[in-house]
């Protein structure tokens, strides 16, 4: 009786979410990797302010070129909000990736309607790369595959 207790109170204090983004870092076969910068943004599909869920940046780095020098690299990202965003951001900010698979919750409060999801990826000495893909919440699934820096993002809506 009391594990059964204990099991239900983990259910019922997990945070509720919309969705899942997965997101693809592929190994690139290059002699010197250097993992990417990645923003992870949704906006309105008719228009409206960018709602950023991840930035993954080398939050470690610092001295007279930190980490978050090269976020502007990401340009997309940078003109629709990153600009402005006061860095480390509690809940959204961490560290690069190593190639692999990686899952982002879609925000609970995301209201129903129309959306595009981007994810955009730049790595030094290498390219940059912004992969968009249209998402309806509720019950929306979607794909797309980068060409480079990045492989498949796949969206799961509730």
């Known amino acids: 009786m009391r594990s059964s207790y ?10 509720a979410t919309a969705g899942t983004v997965t997101v693809t870092i592929p190994r690139l076969p290059v002699a010197e990797y250097h ?3 990645v923003a992870i943004w949704l906006e309105p599909a008719g228009g409206g302010a960018a709602r950023t869920l991840a930035v993954w940046y080398d939050v470690k780095k610092g001295g007279k070129e930190p ?25 959204i900010s961490g560290a690069t990736r190593a190639p692999g698979q990686y899952s982002v919750a879609l925000p609970s409060d995301l209201r129903s ?7 955009e990826a730049a790595r030094e000495t290498g390219g940059r790369e912004l992969v968009t893909v249209p998402l309806t919440v509720p019950n929306g699934t979607a794909r797309a595959t980068g060409k480079t820096e990045l492989g498949a ?6």
């Not at 309607?113 to 994810?119: E, H, I, K, M, S």
């Not at 993002?153 to 509730?158: E, I, K, N």
């Open 6 to 15: 204990l099991l239900l109170a983990g259910v019922i204090a997990a945070p």
């Open 35 to 37: 993992r990417p910068y």
């Open 67 to 91: 980490g978050t020098k090269w976020l502007s690299d990401m340009r997309a990202w940078w003109r629709k909000g990153g600009r402005s965003l006061a860095l480390p951001a509690n809940g």
């Open 113 to 119: 309607g129309a959306y595009v999801l981007n994810v």
């Open 153 to 158: 993002v796949t969206l799961a809506a509730r």
